[in-house]
Each structure stands twice: as C-alpha cells, then as structure tokens.
C-alpha cells in the first residue's frame, strides 16, 4: 500500500493534550490516548492543536498585507535562495515553525512534504486555503512552535523565518544531523522605507535569538534592491514590527509616494543538530 504525503505528515502528529499518537477518522484527528481527544479539521484541511498553548499570533490585517506583498514576487530572492538551499539537503520532512500565511512553506512544499505552524489562525487559514487549491503535500497546524504537538526526532529540516526561534523545540523534534534554516532581516533591510519614516533611521540589530548547542554550517547574507509599486507601500508597512511603532505624522509621509526605492537583506543560518 502507498502511503500519501498526507497520511505520512499526519503519522508525525502528537495529541497536544497527552503526547500520543493520532489517527485520522474521517474529517476528526482523534489520539490514541484512554480520553480520546479530539480536533476537527477545518474546511480548509488545517488542524487546531493549540489545546490552550501559546497565545494570539499576528492577526488578521497583517496575515492579510503580507500575503499580497509576498504574492508579487518582491521577496523571490530569498524564497528562491531557501528552497535551493533545502533541495540540496534532500529532506524527507520539513516543519516550518512560524510559517504565517506560507508564502515560503507552499514553495517548499516542491522540496518535501510540509508541516507548517503557527499561532495565527487567519495565517494558517490563507495558508491552508492555497496548499488545498494546488494540492501540495502540506498539512497545516495551528499551534505554538514553542510547544509543537509533533513526535520527537520526526523531522529532517526545520526552517524558522522571521518567527521566535525554539531551539530546544526544534532540537527535539529533528532527527539526528537534522537541519536547522533560521532567517532573520540583515542590517540594511528595508532602509528605504525607514529612511523615507524617521530623521534618524537605524540599522537593523540582527536576531539576537539565534541557536547557541547546534552546530552553525552556513551563514550567508542576501541583499538587493526593490522598487514597491505604490499600492504595495501600505502592505509593506504592514508588515513591518515600525508599524505599531510608528507616529501618524511620520507613516502619512508613505502617502504621497508614487513608489518606494528600497534596499532588502536577510541573513541565514543553517545549523546541524549533532
Ligand atoms: C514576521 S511573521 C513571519 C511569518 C512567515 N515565516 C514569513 O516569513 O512570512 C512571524 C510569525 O510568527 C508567528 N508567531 C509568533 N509567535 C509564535 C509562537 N509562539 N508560535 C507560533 N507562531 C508564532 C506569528 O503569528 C507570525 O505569523
Ligand atoms: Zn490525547
């Protein structure tokens, strides 16, 4: 008998309540456990398995603006650096923690079967939505990536983009020699739009919650520059941590912009667990 990308992703599913196993009965994942629990999948083909972990995620407005801005293609050097970097790996699982809308996680879909996870059900739901209308070997979750309801030593990859970064989690979940791909924005990431902002725009610090026990293999920086058509500008912005942070006086300057010149740059980190 064959076994479907999906059944092979759902084997990897632990109940979030007791730790045991899961079985597929019909649309309801339900644990092998003596309670039972039970999840209902949603329409859209994705699991809630936070079970009272974690907290809210990004909500809807900026789950929504970064699913647009990424659509057109303004980020394809990293999307493209990534997936080129997990195909050399060759996989046989990959859980993307932190996977928001899944621009990235749909693309590595084409590099192995992926479980992609996060707090933010209006992320998870746009996510689902688009892996179901391409049916790609995705199963969705939405969870807390510090407490991620899969089985121990069950993944060959984690990628971990813009997202908190669990390193006890991810070790704990990845096999032996298991890959670890976190992302962070580089130092001139996005100096266009803050210069456009603020007097006095600032560099970007780098992740200061990088992985500390795993063995650092690669790191490399991405950068370029982008032009953003004006109707992107406010889905930029949105997705950026200045939103909140940013005075009215200072965000209606994005206004009169007929596009933004910017720089990009992401670091990556690929780490070993040994
Ligand atoms: C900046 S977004 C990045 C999303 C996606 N990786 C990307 O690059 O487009 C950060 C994501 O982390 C999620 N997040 C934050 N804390 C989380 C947690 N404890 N567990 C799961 N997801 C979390 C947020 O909901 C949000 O979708
Ligand atoms: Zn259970």
């Known amino acids: 008998m064959t076994v479907t990308s999906s059944e092979f992703l759902f084997t990897k599913l632990r109940c979030p309540v007791c730790g045991q196993a899961m079985d597929k009965k019909e649309a309801s994942a339900i644990c092998r456990g003596l309670s039972a629990h039970c999840f209902d999948f949603a329409k859209s083909g994705y699991l809630n398995l936070t079970a009272g972990h974690g907290g809210m995620g990004d909500l809807k407005d900026a789950t929504d603006a970064r699913h647009r ?24 699982s990959i859980l ?8 990235y996680t749909n693309k590595l879909a084409a590099v192995a079967p992926v479980i992609g996870i996060d707090l933010s059900k209006s992320g998870i739901l746009l996510a689902a939505k688009e892996a179901k209308r391409q049916s790609l070997p995705a199963l969705y979750l939405v969870a807390s990536l510090f407490t991620l309801p899969v089985a121990n030593e069950s993944f060959s990859a984690v990628t971990n983009l813009f997202a908190p970064c669990a390193e006890a989690e991810f070790c704990r979940i990845l096999e032996e020699n298991g890959l670890l791909l976190v992302v962070g924005a580089g130092k001139e990431h996005l100096m266009g739009l803050k210069r456009t902002l603020y007097d006095d725009p600032r560099i970007n610090p780098g992740r200061e919650d990088l992985p500390n026990t795993m063995q650092l ?7 370029g520059n982008i032009r953003v058509a004006k109707e992107d500008i406010e889905d930029l912005f949105a ?18 912009l007929e596009y933004l010149d910017t720089e990009i740059a992401f670091d990556l980190f690929l780490y070993r667990k040994n």
């Open 217 to 223: 293999i690669k790191k490399e920086t991405l950068t």
């Open 69 to 92: 801005f990424l659509s057109k293609g303004y980020y394809s050097i990293l999307s493209d650096r990534i997936v080129e970097l997990l195909s050399e790996a060759e996989p046989s």
């Open 239 to 256: 997705m950026t941590p200045y939103y909140f942070r940013t005075s009215k006086k200072d965000h209606d300057k994005l206004s009169g």
């Open 96 to 103: 993307d923690a932190g996977c928001g809308e899944g621009s």
